[in-house]
């Protein structure tokens, strides 16, 4: 392995995981988002569903692509001992 190869996968991992800070960042904005829509104390009739159901939709969409950018966070950090 040479160097400049290391160089490239450092610099993929530090992309990497800023990606995954800001997946990170947006699911924590969701999350308040959802639990406002869903509030226990409203009447469930009063209750907006349907942008609850966009919002988990968008939720579950960022959750994959988290897990993704985990996965390969965790396969560089193998390949090269990082």
Request: aromatic share 6%; glycine share 2%.
């Amino acid at each position: 392995m040479s160097s400049s190869e290391l160089l490239i996968a450092k610099g993929q991992l530090a992309e990497l995981k800023e990606r995954y800070n800001e997946f990170e960042m947006k699911a924590d904005s969701l999350m308040i988002q959802i639990r406002e829509l869903l509030n226990p104390l409203k009447d469930f009739v009063d209750l907006e569903l349907d942008k609850a159901l966009l919002l988990v939709k968008e939720f579950r969409l960022l959750q994959l692509n988290a897990r993704e950018c985990l996965s390969m966070i965790d396969r560089i950090k193998q390949t090269y001992n990082l």
